[in-house]
Protein backbone atom coordinates (compact mmCIF):
# COMPACT_ATOMS: atom_id res chain seq x y z
CA UNK A 1 0.00 0.00 0.00
CA UNK A 2 0.96 3.56 -1.08
CA UNK A 3 1.87 6.38 1.87
CA UNK A 4 0.02 9.74 0.09
CA UNK A 5 1.92 12.81 2.00
CA UNK A 6 0.46 15.61 0.78
CA UNK A 7 2.88 18.80 1.01
CA UNK A 8 2.63 22.60 1.34
CA UNK A 9 3.66 24.51 -1.40
CA UNK A 10 6.43 25.89 -0.50
CA UNK A 11 8.20 22.69 1.37
CA UNK A 12 10.98 21.10 -0.25
CA UNK A 13 10.68 17.55 -1.82
CA UNK A 14 12.68 14.29 -1.91
CA UNK A 15 14.39 14.33 -5.04
CA UNK A 16 16.54 10.74 -4.04
CA UNK A 17 14.82 7.45 -3.15
CA UNK A 18 11.84 5.22 -4.37
CA UNK A 19 8.87 7.34 -4.18
CA UNK A 20 6.29 9.01 -6.84
CA UNK A 21 5.68 12.65 -6.41
CA UNK A 22 3.00 15.02 -8.17
CA UNK A 23 3.71 18.38 -8.59
CA UNK A 24 1.25 21.47 -9.75
CA UNK A 25 3.36 23.89 -10.95
CA UNK A 26 3.18 27.48 -13.11
CA UNK A 27 4.24 26.96 -16.79
CA UNK A 28 8.37 28.17 -17.62
CA UNK A 29 7.40 29.55 -20.70
CA UNK A 30 3.93 30.64 -19.35
CA UNK A 31 3.48 31.91 -15.93
CA UNK A 32 -0.24 32.35 -16.19
CA UNK A 33 -0.36 28.39 -17.35
CA UNK A 34 -0.33 25.57 -14.67
CA UNK A 35 1.02 22.42 -15.50
CA UNK A 36 0.84 19.11 -13.56
CA UNK A 37 3.54 16.48 -13.70
CA UNK A 38 3.71 12.59 -12.18
CA UNK A 39 7.44 12.03 -11.27
CA UNK A 40 9.05 8.60 -10.31
CA UNK A 41 11.83 8.14 -8.44
CA UNK A 42 14.66 5.26 -7.80
CA UNK A 43 15.00 2.29 -10.39
CA UNK A 44 11.92 2.70 -12.93
CA UNK A 45 12.44 6.62 -12.75
CA UNK A 46 10.68 8.65 -15.57
CA UNK A 47 8.08 11.28 -15.60
CA UNK A 48 4.96 12.44 -17.55
CA UNK A 49 3.15 15.29 -18.08
CA UNK A 50 -0.84 15.26 -17.12
CA UNK A 51 -3.67 17.01 -18.69
CA UNK A 52 -6.19 16.63 -15.48
CA UNK A 53 -7.07 17.88 -11.92
CA UNK A 54 -4.80 17.92 -9.66
CA UNK A 55 -7.08 14.76 -7.78
CA UNK A 56 -6.62 12.97 -11.00
CA UNK A 57 -3.29 13.01 -11.15
CA UNK A 58 -2.73 11.84 -7.21
CA UNK A 59 -5.00 8.84 -8.45
CA UNK A 60 -3.35 7.52 -11.68
CA UNK A 61 -0.12 8.52 -9.77
CA UNK A 62 -1.21 6.21 -6.74
CA UNK A 63 -2.26 3.55 -8.72
CA UNK A 64 1.49 3.51 -11.27
CA UNK A 65 3.25 3.93 -7.61
CA UNK A 66 1.65 0.99 -6.45
CA UNK A 67 2.20 -1.33 -9.66
CA UNK A 68 6.07 -0.02 -9.23
CA UNK A 69 5.92 -1.29 -5.65
CA UNK A 70 6.95 2.33 -4.25
CA UNK A 71 5.72 3.60 -0.55
CA UNK A 72 4.90 6.71 -0.72
CA UNK A 73 3.63 9.50 -3.01
CA UNK A 74 4.70 12.93 -2.26
CA UNK A 75 1.51 15.50 -3.83
CA UNK A 76 2.98 19.52 -3.74
CA UNK A 77 0.52 22.71 -5.61
CA UNK A 78 3.78 24.86 -5.83
CA UNK A 79 0.72 27.42 -7.49
CA UNK A 80 -1.05 27.38 -3.99
CA UNK A 81 0.81 29.46 -1.91
CA UNK A 82 -0.68 33.49 -1.48
CA UNK A 83 2.01 34.97 -3.96
CA UNK A 84 1.32 32.22 -6.40
CA UNK A 85 -2.25 33.13 -6.20
CA UNK A 86 -1.94 36.36 -6.76
CA UNK A 87 0.19 35.87 -9.89
CA UNK A 88 -2.39 33.34 -11.32
CA UNK A 89 -5.02 35.71 -11.04
CA UNK A 90 -3.16 38.41 -12.90
CA UNK A 91 -2.31 36.09 -15.47
CA UNK A 92 1.46 35.22 -15.00
CA UNK A 93 1.97 38.68 -13.29
CA UNK A 94 4.87 38.60 -10.61
CA UNK A 95 5.18 42.18 -9.70
CA UNK A 96 3.73 41.79 -6.39
CA UNK A 97 2.04 44.96 -6.37
CA UNK A 98 4.64 47.10 -4.85
CA UNK A 99 5.68 44.40 -2.59
CA UNK A 100 9.52 45.10 -1.37
CA UNK A 101 11.15 41.49 -2.03
CA UNK A 102 14.25 41.49 0.16
CA UNK A 103 17.44 39.16 -0.51
CA UNK A 104 20.14 40.02 2.13
CA UNK A 105 22.37 38.47 3.92
CA UNK A 106 24.53 40.87 6.34
CA UNK A 107 26.37 38.07 7.54
CA UNK A 108 27.78 37.49 4.20
CA UNK A 109 28.17 41.17 3.26
CA UNK A 110 25.26 40.71 0.95
CA UNK A 111 22.92 44.41 1.24
CA UNK A 112 19.83 43.84 -1.37
CA UNK A 113 19.44 42.20 -4.39
CA UNK A 114 21.39 44.39 -6.82
CA UNK A 115 24.54 42.26 -7.67
CA UNK A 116 26.71 45.12 -7.41
CA UNK A 117 26.43 45.51 -3.85
CA UNK A 118 27.96 42.48 -3.36
CA UNK A 119 31.30 42.14 -1.93
CA UNK A 120 34.39 41.81 -4.82
CA UNK A 121 35.55 38.73 -3.65
CA UNK A 122 32.23 37.23 -3.86
CA UNK A 123 32.75 35.44 -6.65
CA UNK A 124 30.19 37.37 -8.78
CA UNK A 125 32.22 40.00 -10.19
CA UNK A 126 35.64 40.24 -11.50
Known amino acids: MTETIRLAPHDPVPDYGNHALVL ?3 GEDDPGAVV ?5 YGAEGGSMPFAGS ?3 AVNTALSHAE ?3 LKTLYVVDRTAGKLE ?8 ERSFAGDSLQDTDTEDGVNGPDIRDRPHDAGFMR
Request: hydrophobic share 30%.
Open 54 to 56: LEE
Open 24 to 26: RRM
Open 85 to 92: QEALHDHG
Open 67 to 69: KRG
Open 36 to 40: TEIVF
